[in-house]
């Protein structure tokens, strides 16, 4: 079970606060701090730009060819060309 702090009830995953404190000490700014600044626009203008954004274009479905309806007939004559035919007795 994950240790826990005094005075939070929720468990402490050490590896993330190695990771948060390795970048507060090389930045000198939380992380979260660093990305809020990377994006131009607060989330809810981001998810109504992304609305108005034009769609990829659906790529169409294949066409799929019908069955032969003569397909017993054209595998019959495929058969015989193909079948090795015996040879005469000399």
Do not use: C, F
């Amino acid at each position: 079970m994950p240790a826990t702090t005094n005075d939070s009830p929720t468990p402490v995953n050490h590896d993330d606060a190695l990771h948060q404190a390795l970048i507060h000490e090389r930045y000198g700014r939380p992380l979260h701090e660093i990305l809020w600044e990377e994006t131009k626009l607060p989330l809810p203008k981001l998810l109504k730009e992304r609305g108005r954004r034009p769609q990829r274009p659906t790529v169409a479905a294949s066409h799929t060819p019908q069955p032969d309806p003569n397909a017993a007939m054209h595998r019959a004559a495929l058969l015989e060309a193909i079948t090795p035919r015996r040879r005469r007795a000399t």
